[in-house]
Each structure stands twice: as C-alpha cells, then as structure tokens.
C-alpha cells in the first residue's frame, strides 16, 4: 500500500476538537493541550528513550498526523509528570511541536507508578533492564498499597500475594518476575550488557548474587580474558563468591576455560581457505565443496577399512 493512500485524523479530529485547548474521548477522559515545557519524566522511568530508528518513524508520524494518542500524565509541583508517553513527548520535541494532548489524571504515587508501568509494558520491544526495573517498581508499588488497605481493612479473608496478583495481570510467572526483578541488583555495566545480549538472561541472574566488589571484579575478569560467562560458568562463580572463594584473577581463569559451545565448533578461517578456492567463490560454495570432498574422503576409507 502507499503511504499517499493511508488517511489518518489527527486525534481532535477523531474526537472532535476541533483545534480547541480541550477535547474528549469516548470513554469520558478530557484531553487537554499542555505545553512541552510543564511536563517532565517520572521519577525513576526505567524506559529508555532512544533517538533511534523507531522515533524517526515516529516523529514522522507526528509531523504528518499530529499525536494520535494522548500522553497520561498527573499533576505535581513543577507541572505535570508523565505517566505514559515519555517517546511521544520527545518526538514532540524534535518535530518542534509547542504543545502535546494529554489526559490527567490525580493519582497517588503508588497508583501513578502502577499505570506508569502497565502502559509501558505494553510496548512489542522491551530491554531485560527496562522489564526488570519496572517489575521491581510496580511490586514494591502494589505491596505498598496491600499494606495501606491491611491498615484500614477490617475485613478478615486469605488475600492473595502481590506478586501472585502481579503474576495474573502480566500473563508472567511469580519465578520469571523474581527472575527479573534479581537483574536489578547488577551494576548497570553488567546490565548493559544483558541488554545488547553480551550476557545471556540466566547467567545474568546468577551473577545478580555477587555483591558489588565481586561484581567489580567479574568486569576486570571478564576484560582480561575476553570472555563472558556461559550458564555454567555463571553458576561456579556465583557458588564461590558466596563461600568467599572466589577473586578476579579465579574469575578470570573460569572465563578463559573453553566453553562446550566452542569444543563442538571447528573455526576455519576465509584467509586460510581462500587459496584453496577460484576466487569467484561464495563462503556457502566453499562449505559445500568441503563436504563434497569430506564425504569422498569418508567413502575411501571406509573401501580401504574393508579390504
């Protein structure tokens, strides 16, 4: 489909704003024009806001529909705070917009934290760091709110746990949140490296066990050798740091062990093969001749095993 054959309202548009301050929706909420400059970030937002491909296309959009979708933000001393729509607020920003819609709302901070956290997590492409943090803030936020309703509650009844409530609303186990919810005690270093997928998710959570200096001295180990620790390898440190058997330079030889993964795989390298090859040659053409030619190789000896 071209891009000249898609129509899209801006949302006055939808709702009828009719480039009024203030328009609706259909569910009630009013949508109020607020200026760029009263609003700011929550405090402690674990999601990143990236000046990446993904807002290009949405500063894009924003230049030629206008937002679509309100930003939630509540009222505080400096302005207002934005609940959901940090992206959408510096997307404003670069396409030079003055002012961005806004539903607003007057929440709590355990209240705000929780729909803060639930409208993000509705996005298709979430960090390790950005799920781990905000699992953190939304539990500690709802056994916050249990404690208040256990102060005032008279009512006697089994409640369930937050983190079971937790469990049913997100679609994920109470095990895999805990999981989560471990990669926060990473030194962001360490995180990081979760994030761009340099250290896999479950080693990530056996290291979250070290404590700060241990963790200082996996980063030296891990800069020596090299290396990032496999599953296994994950879980030896983790064993000794807990006994207090473990140093930098013991992490390092950990590190510099050969992994299973790398006993299995045979490494030829394109220098080395090239002068055995036409130069017209493809890397796939010259895995194919090879075993071509290593199963040639395994028919003469198996003729000459048999004579």
């Not at 090879?290 to 040639?296: A, D, N, T, V």
Request: aromatic share 6%; with cysteine.
């Amino acid at each position: 489909m071209k891009r000249e054959n898609i129509q899209l309202s801006s949302y006055d548009d939808i709702f009828g704003g009719n480039d009024s301050e203030v328009s609706g929706t259909p569910n009630g909420d009013v949508v109020v024009q607020i200026p760029l400059g009263e609003l700011h970030a929550f405090e402690g937002h674990p999601f990143k806001v990236k000046d990446d491909e993904d807002m290009e296309k949405t500063v894009e959009s924003i230049q030629e529909f206008g937002v679509l979708q309100p930003a939630i933000v509540r009222p505080d001393g400096d302005g207002y705070e934005i609940l959901s729509g940090h992206r959408r607020h510096h997307a404003c920003e670069i396409a030079g917009l003055e002012t961005i819609p806004c539903i607003v709302r007057d929440l709590d901070d355990d209240a705000a934290t929780i729909l803060m956290v639930d409208s993000n997590l509705q996005r298709e492409e979430i960090l390790p760091s950005e799920r781990a943090w905000a699992f953190k803030m939304k539990l500690d936020a709802m056994k916050h709110q249990g404690e208040r309703a256990d102060l005032t509650s008279s009512q006697v009844g089994t409640k369930l746990r937050s983190d079971q409530l937790m469990a049913e609303e997100t679609g994920v186990s109470r095990n895999q949140i805990a999981r989560y919810i471990r990669l926060t005690n990473l030194k962001p270093e360490l995180l990081e490296m979760v994030d761009d997928k340099r250290i896999a998710f479950n080693p990530a959570v056996e290291l979250s066990f070290l404590n700060e200096t241990q963790q200082q001295d996996l980063l030296d180990a891990m800069d020596y050798a090299q290396a990032t620790p496999s599953l296994s390898q994950a879980q030896r440190i983790k064993k000794l740091a807990q006994e207090n058997k473990i140093t930098a330079e013991g992490m390092g030889i950990i590190l510099s062990e050969e992994k299973k993964q790398d006993l299995d795989r045979v490494t030829l390298k394109h220098d080395t093969l090239k002068k055995y090859f036409p130069k017209s040659y493809t890397p796939k053409m010259m895995e194919d001749q090879i075993i071509k030619l290593l199963q040639q190789w395994q028919k003469k000896r198996d003729r000459d095993m048999s004579l």
